[in-house]
């Protein structure tokens, strides 16, 4: 089974803080991805990386960043988090090919205080 | 400009029936679509999928209709049961954006005892 590990399911932070998610799959998939979940919104794509070292913006990278340094381990970077950030944080990734299922983290809800 | 619609942001059911989601897509390159299913507090969970060269897929009680001229597709749960109560994710993909899919805002189905 493919396991997709988000190192934190709620965590708390101020305004102004850098923040760090994390999250690490097992399946040496290609593509990672993150996303945001906020009510009637559904689910939004901020970043995307096909390859180490290799990403691309998704629909709503503003505020956002993100590192791929290993295969297995794709981070969001919050720079200064805001209230607006306040969210729950969403990984998943793919491996490569036409099927595309994605296979997602369990969430970290994130409140910016 | 949403790509992706489900246009109910709610179903209830009773127990034994037929559950029936429906989504909207406006893209004519998706050629892939996908349905996720998510319970509070976990990830999405891929259900099931479809390709653009079908009109029909089952898998059990979960069968996805897809009516490429009208560009929806429908996920039909028979019989529905209390267990099936979460919050399901359309999802469209085409095979030239690097395995990226759009997600619809999600239906949040409740099958009652």
């Known amino acids: 089974d493919v396991k997709v590990t988000q190192s934190s399911r709620y965590l708390v932070k101020r305004t102004g803080e850098k923040v760090f998610l994390e999250c690490v799959q097992d399946m040496d998939h290609e593509n990672m991805f993150w996303y945001r979940q906020d009510p009637g919104l559904g689910l939004r794509l901020i970043y995307f990386s096909y390859d180490v070292k290799m990403k691309e913006k998704g629909d709503i990278p503003e505020g956002y960043s993100v590192s791929r340094e290993k295969k297995e381990r794709f981070s969001l970077i919050l720079e200064s988090a805001s209230t607006n950030q306040t969210s729950m944080y969403l990984c998943a990734s793919k491996a490569g090919g036409l099927k595309n299922i994605q296979y997602f983290g369990a969430g970290t809800r994130l409140s910016v205080l | ?113």
């Open chain 2, 1 to 113: 400009d949403q790509q992706v619609k489900q246009n109910s942001p709610s179903l209830s059911v009773q127990e034994g029936r037929i559950s029936i989601l429906n989504c909207d897509y406006t893209n004519s390159m998706f050629d892939y679509f996908l349905w996720y299913k998510k319970y509070p507090a976990e990830g999405p969970t891929f259900l099931i999928s479809i390709s653009s060269i079908k009109d029909k897929n089952e898998d059990g009680r979960f069968t996805v209709f897809l009516n490429k001229s009208a560009k929806h597709l429908s996920l039909h749960i028979v019989p529905s049961q209390p267990g099936d109560s979460a919050v399901y994710f359309c999802a469209a993909s085409d095979a030239n954006n690097a395995g990226k899919s759009t997600f619809g805002d999600g239906t949040t189905l409740t099958v009652k005892p």
